[in-house]
């Protein structure tokens, strides 16, 4: 399963190497520059996007589900779940099925 923050490094990567081949290609950059810059812009922006993502959305109710899952068994059932996350609100099938596959990668 993949998780958000690869999804982003990933579509960021891709971004930059467009970017970079075309700098490579215009001549105002090395093959070797270009590859360095593609590594540092990935890892720092990477981080910033996840964290601002991480931030505006902790709150909300996927991210609480999400977390929640994480501290249950793999063979957690559907009780388990509402009463470990608190919410008297019957969960959708697709809150359900995060759930079950966060428990899974966790």
């Known amino acids: 399963m993949l998780d958000l923050p690869t ?8 971004l930059l190497g467009v970017v970079g081949a075309y700098l490579v290609g215009k001549g105002l950059l090395t ?8 590594g540092l812009g990935v890892a720092l922006a990477g981080q910033i996007i996840w964290s601002l993502i991480e931030k505006r959305f902790s709150e909300s109710k996927f991210f ?8 249950l068994p793999p063979d957690a ?9 608190a919410d008297p609100a019957p969960l959708t099938k697709t809150e359900e099925a995060a759930i079950k ?3 899974k990668a966790a």
């Open 64 to 71: 609480k589900l999400i977390n929640a899952a994480k501290e």
């Open 7 to 14: 999804v982003i490094t990933t579509l960021l990567r891709h």
């Open 77 to 85: 059932t559907k009780s388990e779940m509402k009463a470990k996350f």
């Open 31 to 38: 093959d070797s520059q270009a590859t360095q810059i593609i």
């Open 101 to 103: 596959e966060a428990v």
